[in-house]
Structures are given as C-alpha cells and as structure tokens.
C-alpha cells in the first residue's frame, strides 16, 4: 500500500502534505527531525490519509493535493472542523 498524508505541525498548525509507502514510519521520521524539510516544524499530528494499491495513483493524489486546486479545497472542506480545532 502507498498512503497519502496530511500532517498537522503543532509548533506552527500548518499542514504539510506526503506520501509513503509506510506511514508509520514515515510519521515517526517527520516527528524525529530526520525529514529535513519539516525538522524545524515538528512536533507533528497525523490528520488524514489515503490509501492506494499503485504507488503512481498516490503520487497523482499527492501532487493534487499540493497544486492547490479544487482536490485541495475539497479535502479542506472535509477538514473543516479538524482545521478549525487546530486553529483554537
């Protein structure tokens, strides 16, 4: 399985979007400072995430998700009220 993620920082509540082929470590990388990218962010919140057989239909589904376009706003909208909780 390949997995599609939304992280949450609880240092900054932005989100950071990815992909992986194992989520728990991956989630675990992130938290620990050896995702380069987002060490200085950490700590994280697992907030969403997709499943997929095909490791190209995750990678579609993320680069979606990253464009900003109407997949982004849909899965925000179906956020709406984690991303609110976050915000408070």
Do not use: C, W
């Not at 470590?25 to 995702?35: F, P, T």
């Amino acid at each position: 399985m390949y997995y599609v993620y939304v992280l949450r920082s609880l240092h900054d509540d932005d989100l950071y979007i990815g992909s992986t082929p194992n989520l728990r470590r991956r989630l675990s990388e992130h938290n620990s400072g050896k995702a380069a990218a987002t060490a200085p962010r950490r700590p994280f919140a697992l907030l969403y995430y997709e499943a997929y057989s095909a490791k190209e239909d995750a990678l579609h589904r993320e680069h979606a998700l990253k464009r900003r376009g109407q997949a982004r706003v849909h899965l925000m909208t179906r956020l709406k009220e984690s991303l609110r909780q976050a915000q408070n």
